[in-house]
């Protein structure tokens, strides 16, 4: 038996004005990306926005419905148009954020695990890791590809 362990790398940043002025951006398109939110039930406003590879900036937010499965986050939403309106391009990297009902950046909001698998399935269409900058008013951090996210993730395109 042997015992391994995992080290994730990430940034952090204290302000997101130190940020790379496109990553800067794009997490700013995110935070008006949460003004299209449509979370009736949950009241979560999550907005995402994503760079492809020839600069073009597609943005989601999460879109709720009353059968409660059927709705969806804003990653995805962000990911599946990206991917549907620029198909021949790479996505470079997305940004997420969450706000309250007020507007206000809520605390750090991870995309969760559907969202990490769609993310992980474009990585390996694209053969290239995707940025993923998680955002909140008192700090900015950023992973480079999925694996960062979720390790040993699920993989069926080899
Ligand atoms: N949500 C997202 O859009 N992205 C995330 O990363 C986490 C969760 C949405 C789904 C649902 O509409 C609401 O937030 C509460 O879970």
């Known amino acids: 038996m042997t015992e391994r362990q995992l080290h994730i790398k990430y940034l952090e940043y204290f302000s997101a004005s130190k940020l790379p002025s496109p990553d800067r951006e794009l997490l700013e398109s995110a ?6 939110a449509y979370a009736r039930y949950s009241l979560f406003r999550v907005g995402a926005a994503v760079r492809m590879s020839n600069g073009e900036v597609v943005i989601g937010s999460n879109q709720e419905n009353a059968a409660y499965p059927s709705g969806l986050c ?3 939403t962000a990911l599946f148009y990206a991917s549907a309106r620029y198909p021949k391009e790479s996505v470079e990297a997305i940004a997420v954020v969450a706000v309250d009902e007020n507007g206000v950046l809520s605390e750090l909001t991870y995309p969760c695990g559907a969202c990490r ?3 992980a399935e474009y990585e390996m269409r694209a053969g290239r890791d995707i940025k993923i900058i998680v955002g909140s008013a008192g700090a900015v951090q950023v992973f480079t590809g999925v694996k960062s996210l979720m390790p040993f993730i699920f993989d069926n395109l080899a």
């Open 31 to 36: 935070v008006s990306a949460a003004d299209g």
């Open 117 to 119: 698998q769609v993310m």
């Open 74 to 76: 804003a990653e995805r």
